[in-house]
């Protein structure tokens, strides 16, 4: 399996890039996850994005922590403890750092075991960052060795189909350039075939699959939670309108995330306000769009004067 990381700043393209690499992969007939993870949601701040790709299917889930390739769009992120962009490093790793200093000087900085190259940074004015995320994925598929122009460009274009078409040709050619830079260190990054963790992390447990009695997402009042009324949470109610309703509660009562929903004998479904905290869940999933959201505000003064609560047309 391939593990990648890609470290950057907030508005450098970093989840782009990564969607660019799972495109590509997946294109290349791989089975890819590719997922960003934000700190502060704001331009500027440290994010990274990772991506596995695996000929079978992956059973892995959350953050790498031993990559075999981890690619820096901002090199001021290395001296950011916070950032973790040489988190899990080892000899295997192959460090790819959009920098303008030498491979040479950071490695003699970093004194690391592994490949480490750079790729000349281009993103010195505001205007250029918006095709960093596109340089970056470029140069990483270059050193995977498993994926081809053709798919890079596939996947460029897919990515970035809600741009003009001048943005994507532009963002198409740095990648391309990139790509072709380091043909002489195509397929440099390899595949480990176990998952490595932190150690003394145990390895998968294969769990039964439980009757649906049991493993449904249900919940029945376990312990005092019945003593806690999270419908004065709720901002907006959703009402069952049941003259619309086919009756299909397996849909509402199964997707309501607190087991909010019950059905009575005829099977209509009821909704339990004391618990029901308005996400409007099941407004969204409703067949038949028999259940509609009310300000809790007219709901509620509806309900005082013993009216049924509508909905705005």
């Known amino acids: 399996m391939y593990r990648i990381r890609l470290h950057g700043r907030g508005g450098q393209g970093v989840k782009t890039a990564a969607r ?3 495109s590509a992969l997946f294109a290349e007939g791989f089975e890819v996850q590719d997922a960003p993870r934000y700190g502060a949601e704001r331009r500027g701040a440290p994010i990274f994005a990772t991506v596995r790709a695996d000929r079978r299917e992956i059973l892995e889930r ?10 820096v769009a901002d090199d001021s992120l290395v001296s950011v403890a916070a950032a973790g962009v040489l988190l899990g490093a080892d000899r295997e790793m192959v460090l ?10 950071w490695r003699e900085r970093l004194r690391l075991e592994g490949p480490l190259l750079t790729l000349p940074s281009e993103a010195r004015e505001r205007a250029e960052l918006r095709f960093v995320g596109a340089t970056c994925a470029g140069a990483a598929a270059r050193l995977l060795g498993v994926i081809s122009r053709r798919a890079l460009e596939g996947a460029i274009r897919a990515e970035l189909a809600a741009m003009t078409p001048a943005l994507v040709e532009e963002n198409l050619r740095r990648a ?16 480990r075939s176990e998952p490595k963790g932190e150690p003394g992390s145990p390895h998968w447990i294969e769990l039964p699959f ?10 029945h009042g376990a312990a005092t939670s ?15 309108e049941l003259e619309r309703c086919n009756r299909c509660h397996w849909v509402c009562g199964t997707l309501c995330p607190d087991g909010a929903i019950e059905v009575d004998e ?31 505000s007219e709901a ?14």
């Open 20 to 22: 660019i690499l799972g």
């Open 62 to 71: 959350g953050p790498i922590r031993v990559p075999d390739l981890v690619v």
């Open 96 to 105: 790819l750092l959009d920098s303008d200093l030498p491979a040479e000087t």
């Open 176 to 191: 391309l350039a990139a790509f072709d830079r380091f043909e002489s260190h195509a397929g440099c990054v390899g595949e």
């Open 210 to 219: 439980d009757d649906v009695g049991i493993a449904a997402p249900d919940i």
């Open 226 to 240: 019945v003593q806690v009324r999270t419908g004065l949470w709720r901002t907006m109610r959703p009402v069952i």
């Open 266 to 296: 005829d099977g209509a479904p009821r909704i339990d306000y004391d618990h029901c905290k308005g996400c409007l869940v099941c407004v969204a999933v409703c067949p038949p769009h028999a259940i509609v959201a009310v300000p809790e």
């Open 300 to 313: 509620a003064a509806a309900e005082s004067s013993g009216e049924t609560p509508e909905a705005h047309p």
